[in-house]
């Protein structure tokens, strides 16, 4: 790969590792956002970003990368559960739990 060269790239992002991660994670991201469209891409997803990288489209901002929040509602309404610390209720009897490893169509022969 002659273009961008790797002087341009070093004007852009100062350290040649910061570089490969910068240039992966938007590759990740063409790629998967090509995906999501289902419209092709012209050139491959790495040299894509790299020439964002040289034209000053991407520029790398320190810290974690920010996601989308996805938060889950269930449809039902909330869902309580209850747990109990005292497990005395495994020792009444008629309460197999499926440990005797009969089921219940089985006991009656």
Not at 43 to 69: N, Q, R
Not at 80 to 85: A, E, I, R, T, V
Request: hydrophobic share 35%; charged share 30%; proline share 7%.
């Amino acid at each position: 790969m002659l273009k961008p060269s790797m002087n341009e790239l070093m004007k852009r992002v100062g350290n040649r590792y910061l570089l490969v991660n910068l240039c992966a994670q938007r590759a990740r991201d063409i790629a998967q956002q090509a995906e999501e469209s289902g419209d092709p891409l012209p050139d491959k997803a790495v040299k894509l970003a790299l020439d964002e990288i040289a034209a000053g489209a991407i520029v790398y901002k320190p810290g974690p990368k920010a996601e989308p929040v996805r938060t889950f509602e269930p449809s039902g309404g909330t869902l309580d559960l209850d747990f109990d610390d005292d497990q005395s209720y495994l020792d009444e009897p008629g309460h197999d739990f499926g440990l005797s490893g009969q089921h219940e169509e089985d006991q009656g022969e």
